[in-house]
């Protein structure tokens, strides 16, 4: 039985230099057991659920750093998984799916996911993704125990760098980690046109260029959110944080 670490109180915490938990919630034995493998390789603690029930209760009694969870489930699918881990307790979240299709992929960042991959994939790039996830985890945790000075606006939109807020128009806006990073790597050159695979090496510590529809969803999704206009694409190219005339 793998360890855990356990508080005062006794809920499951993660504590400097523990080994990492990883939730993997897949019905297909052959698929949950190859991911289960790979990333106790890697070093990771890992649990594994078949089916929507109890990916939730094990999420709820184990507190993983991460989940890896297939939006094809028995009991509910993973979106109803996401929604009810993540009002529970934020945690970041690699979706899986079956077919490519950007709805499904939309539909997922919108419930709380930070990220995708279209079966089938290489266990090698699931890999490098779950250490990116974790790694952006932990700079974020940085950040807001680091604060900066002043509120950075453009023109209705606000970036608040260490509550890790944005509002538009003074209403909040709920972006998930990787919406506000992509954000503010936009934001922090107004205008300039960043390339898909320069956000991928910024916000995901990801080179591989296979990974730029990755940078397109996220676009899509975030532009949901605090208005399509303003960012632009620049086709061929990437995109710009649009923002108001002088």
């Not at 509910?76 to 009810?84: A, M, N, S, T």
């Amino acid at each position: 039985m793998e360890q855990t670490h356990t508080s005062h109180n006794g809920t499951a915490t993660a504590t400097p230099g523990a080994q990492r938990r990883v939730l993997v919630v897949e019905d297909d034995p052959t698929i949950v057991d190859a991911i289960a493998a790979r990333l106790r390789a890697e070093g990771f603690l890992v649990q594994t659920a078949g089916d929507g029930p109890a990916a939730v209760d094990t999420a709820e009694a184990w507190q993983p750093d991460l989940l890896i969870l297939d939006i094809m489930l028995p009991g509910f699918d993973g979106l109803e998984v996401c929604r009810r881990v993540q009002a529970a307790r934020p945690v970041p979240v690699l979706m899986l799916t079956a077919r490519d299709d950007e709805t499904d992929m939309l539909v997922g960042l919108g419930v709380g996911a930070d990220d995708y991959m279209t079966k089938p994939f290489s266990m090698r790039e699931l890999a490098a993704r779950v250490h990116v996830l974790l790694r952006r985890v932990e700079r974020a945790a940085i950040a807001a125990s680091t604060p900066r000075s002043g509120i950075l606006r453009l023109g209705e939109l606000e970036i608040d760098h260490a509550q890790r807020r944005v509002r538009v128009r003074s209403e909040d806006v709920h972006l998930t980690p990787t919406e506000f990073d992509l954000l503010v790597c936009l934001a922090n050159t107004p205008r300039a046109v960043l390339s898909r695979e320069q956000l991928l090496a910024e916000v995901w510590d990801w080179a591989d260029a296979s990974g730029t529809r990755t940078v397109d969803s996220h676009i899509k999704a975030l532009r949901r959110k605090i208005g399509a206009e303003r960012i632009r694409t620049v086709h061929g190219v990437g995109y710009a944080l649009e923002t108001p005339t002088p």
